[in-house]
Nanobody
Framework: QMQLVESGGGLVQAGGSLRVSCAASGRAFSSYNMGWFRQAPGKEREFVAAIGWRAIFYADSVKGRFTISRDNAKSTTYLQMNSLKPEDTAVYYC????????????????WGQGTQVTVSP
């Protein structure tokens, strides 16, 4: 079992930056693939970024602006978001899975409660 708790969301103006964090509890954090999804009102949950053993993946919409990273010693995953746009407004969810990285939310086993990110024009 793994528990995930996100933090760091908030309100920021367009063009600004924000970093969200995901603290994990449970065993063997370093062996899990970690990811970030987001869900805007009235829209489906969508893939943002993921970090696996040897690769990092980004959605095209955030490539070049967002950076995912992890600190295995702290059992924490981060999502640094730069050049934010109003369309980045969503609840951001941290997720973890031990088997594979996948852009579909159904493939991931563990989810946090989400943190709201709001980007004003």
């Amino acid at each position: 079992q793994m528990q995930l708790v996100e933090s760091g969301g908030g309100l920021v103006q367009a063009g600004g930056s924000l970093r969200v964090s995901c603290a994990a509890s449970g065993r063997a954090f370093s062996s899990y693939n970690m990811g970030w999804f987001r869900q805007a009102p009235g829209k489906e949950r969508e893939f943002v970024a993921a970090i696996g053993w040897r690769a990092i993946f980004y959605a095209d919409s955030v490539k070049g602006r967002f950076t995912i990273s992890r600190d295995n010693a702290k059992s924490t995953t981060y999502l640094q978001m730069n050049s934010l746009k109003p369309e980045d407004t969503a609840v951001y969810y941290c997720t973890a899975d031990a088997k594979k990285v996948d852009t579909g939310p159904g493939a991931w086993n563990y989810w946090g409660q989400g943190t709201q990110v709001t980007v004003s024009p």
